[in-house]
T-cell receptor, first 110, second 112 residues
Framework: SQQGEEDPQALSIQEGENATMNCSYK?????LQWYRQNSGRGLVHLIL?????REKHSGRLRVTLDTSKKSSSLLITASRAADTASYFC??????????FGDGTTLTVKP | ETGVTQSPTHLIKTRGQQVTLRCSSQ?????VSWYQQALGQGPQFIFQ???????GRGNFPPRFSGLQFPNYSSELNVNALELDDSALYLC???????????FGPGTRLLVL
């Protein structure tokens, strides 16, 4: 079974709006990472947050981690059509052996 | 671009055949992990190689095997192909001391 589960499964917003995706996981982790995937191609690493961190920013991305609730959220601010993609969270218990959820499909309408 | 390349990009095989997929890691990376991603699902960890030895395996049968070469390139071999093996196969390279891994563009395998 998957360690991480993203919510919602699909999200459709207008350009300029913010998009929030959530991820829940089951066991203790070393870190949690978010990836983007365009049209079934390779995964692009977006951001990593360690288990002792609560919030991290990278450009228009903000990630939070709540280890007590075993959950994380990814916020994309001022979304653009180019942000249309699938977004996955992945948890690492050992480096390089990531456990992925089934992703959130984001559609940003121009 | 991550510097990780995979070949071929697409492949069609028939049930029962064998297939070899290849991955070339980013320079300086000494670990290679392979993932299977079925349509509409997230990637599932197959196994990881470090210093040419298997260093962890997911819930995949022995007909999935791999190799890592001294130049840190890698192969994924799948024997006795089944229809359910149809998927996108992703390799990811990384450094043993770092947490981030970098994915290649994937090989899409279709088993008929």
């Amino acid at each position: 079974s998957q360690q991480g589960e993203e919510d919602p499964q699909a999200l459709s917003i207008q350009e300029g709006e913010n998009a929030t995706m959530n991820c829940s996981y089951k066991t203790s982790i070393n870190n949690l990472q978010w990836y983007r995937q365009n049209s079934g191609r390779g995964l692009v690493h977006l951001i990593l947050i360690r288990s002792n961190e609560r919030e991290k920013h990278s450009g228009r991305l903000r990630v939070t981690l709540d280890t007590s609730k075993k959950s994380s959220s990814l916020l994309i601010t001022a979304s653009r059509a180019a942000d249309t993609a699938s977004y996955f969270c992945a948890t690492d218990t050992n480096a390089g052996k990531s456990t992925f959820g089934d992703g959130t499909t984001l559609t940003v309408k121009p | 671009e991550t510097g990780v390349t995979q070949s071929p990009t697409h492949l069609i095989k028939t049930r029962g055949q064998q297939v070899t997929l290849r991955c070339s890691s980013q320079s300086g990376h000494n670990t290679v992990s392979w993932y299977q991603q079925a349509l509409g699902q997230g990637p599932q960890f197959i196994f990881q190689y470090y210093r040419e030895e298997e260093n962890g395996r997911g819930n995949f049968p022995p007909r999935f095997s791999g190799l890592q070469f001294p130049n840190y390139s890698s192969e994924l071999n799948v024997n006795a192909l089944e229809l359910d093996d149809s998927a996108l196969y992703l390799c990811a390279s990384g450094a043993r001391t770092e947490e981030t891994q970098y994915f290649g563009p994937g090989t899409r395998l279709l088993v008929l």
